[in-house]
């Protein structure tokens, strides 16, 4: 009866209720957020995997998903003692048991007796688990070669995504021409405008030097700054060292000129660090930006305010699932850190194992522990095969016509340069494609390789990139790169 009740009101011309919330209505910020990383390609390559299962017959057996820096995903181990760990403090029963080492126990009980309740599914502080910000603060000292870190200036965060932009959402304000300006580099890691895009604020885009292995030139962050002055206000200045997509390791001297043009001309810096232990070549090595501030002296250090992030995501740990970063504040006004603290509060806390395992990382076996041996033999060669990995892919790719690659100093990416014919970028143009997105989308059809385009993260117009991690296994590596380079030569001459 109601439902002919209904088509009766409908037939007598009675408007039919559409939907509340329309693409039209809906938060035209959220429509404006990109996120390439995640973007069109994988869903094809998602769609692709599914057709492979129901039997649809393609030119490979798998597809091989090389966007996005998933560790685990692309085969590589979890290492035992952080695994050991997360074990006891999820089921402390395993206390009991004689497997696990006394120092896993250890830690485990320190974890438990610092929860409410002794049990990691209870909230923590906002702040994060306070023992793990002593700790947190404790590994930053020791890093930076004794230069104090307090732990009231450290937050636990989900991931080091979470920390980016809560301090981004206390720094954009302003109307107009007013407006919060955040100077990011190009390439960038799609994270930054992607948030920028859903707070509203303008993005200033300063280009690296890829003439230059993706070198940063304070000539450029000038020049970009002065540009932005005429429509905005310019606040912030982020750097991702070692970068993301771009591999490049910023050299001490770098820093201190960033550190310098970002006192002169009073920005905020955010200093994005989650790949510290990634470094590879020769001669590279990582700097923090806060070691770097406090030996330029109390003429920087008592006054460049800046945060800094790291996560358990990357390094040799790889443990994206768990969720687990911080931030380090430096130089806050006391006022505006009770307004972070208050905003980080009303998400209650950070995930309670992702912090658990953020102390494992800051706090590791030390070399008189029984789980020493095997936490540095598994460390080393999680991280000797990346620079194996880095230094095979930048030779491979230099072999092919048509690509240029830049050597992958640190982190887990390289973002190669791709020549692609007129005729390939008319045709993609025809298509209301972007041409990289064209190629890795021909790319993933053909062979099931799913990388990002360079659009996704910004380029210099007509130059055409993609971004590929460095993980999968190095047999499975050497395959990617083959049939990439094989791809290409087949791509380039179709469209010659």
Not at 93 to 100: G, R, W
């Amino acid at each position: 009866i109601m439902w002919r009740a209904l088509t009766h009101a409908a037939m007598n011309g009675v408007p039919q209720r559409g939907k509340l919330l329309t693409l039209d209505n809906m938060n035209p910020k959220v429509k404006r957020v990109e996120y390439a990383v995640r973007g069109p390609i994988v869903q094809r390559a998602v769609q692709i995997e599914k057709e492979l299962r129901e039997g649809v017959k393609k030119p490979f057996t798998e597809v091989i998903k090389a966007n996005i820096g998933d560790a685990h995903a692309m085969g590589q181990k979890p290492i035992t003692f952080l695994r050991q760990v997360l074990a006891l403090c999820s089921y402390p029963e395993l206390l009991k048991d004689n497997q696990f080492p006394e120092d896993a126990k250890k830690r485990a009980q320190r974890i438990l007796e610092a929860c409410g309740g002794h049990s990691i599914g209870a909230y923590s502080a906002s702040q994060g688990i306070e023992c793990i910000r002593h700790d947190v603060a404790h590994f930053i000292e020791k890093r930076d070669g004794g230069i104090p870190s307090n732990p009231d200036n450290i937050y636990l965060s989900t991931g080091a995504s979470d920390a980016i932009v809560t301090i981004l959402k206390l720094l954009v304000s302003g109307e107009g021409r007013d407006r919060t300006g955040v100077m990011i580099s190009i390439p960038q890691y799609p994270l930054y405008s992607a948030a920028l895009a859903e707070l509203d604020a303008v993005q200033i885009s300063y280009y690296l030097d890829e003439d230059k292995c993706w070198s940063l030139d304070v000539k450029e962050l000038r020049r970009a700054l002065y540009a932005a002055r005429q429509h905005c206000n310019p606040r912030v200045l982020c750097i991702i060292n070692p970068g993301n997509p771009t591999g490049q390791v910023q050299s001490r001297q770098c820093i201190e000129d960033v550190i310098r043009f970002a006192k002169e001309e009073n920005l905020f810096l955010m200093a994005d660090e989650v790949y510290q232990d990634n470094v590879y070549a020769e001669g590279c090595q990582f700097h923090s930006f806060k070691k770097v501030l406090f030996e330029m002296g109390p003429e920087y250090s008592s006054k460049v305010e800046m945060a800094s992030f790291h996560s358990t995501s990357k390094c040799y740990m790889g443990e994206c699932g768990f969720r687990g970063g911080y931030m380090e504040v430096i130089n806050m006004d006391p006022e505006v850190k009770a307004q972070l603290t208050k905003l980080v509060s009303v998400r209650l806390c950070p995930p309670v194992p992702g912090q658990a395992l953020l102390d494992l990382v800051v706090n590791p076996p030390q070399p008189d522990e029984p789980s020493y041996a095997t936490f540095m033999k598994e460390r080393t060669a999680v991280l000797a095969a990346l620079a194996e990995k880095a230094k095979l892919t930048e030779q491979i790719f230099n072999t092919v016509p048509g690509i240029t690659c830049n050597p992958v100093q640190g982190a887990m990416y390289t973002f190669p340069r791709i020549s692609l014919p007129q005729k390939a970028i008319d045709k993609a143009k025809e298509e209301g494609q972007v041409p990289d997105m064209f190629y890795c989308m021909k790319l993933l059809e053909e062979e099931g390789i799913c990388l990002v385009p360079g659009s996704g993260f910004g380029q210099r117009e007509g130059t055409f990139h993609f971004r590929m991690t460095i993980l999968p296994p190095t047999e499975k590596l050497k395959l990617v790169l083959k049939k990439i380079k094989d791809f290409h030569l087949r791509f380039t001459k179709e469209f010659s």
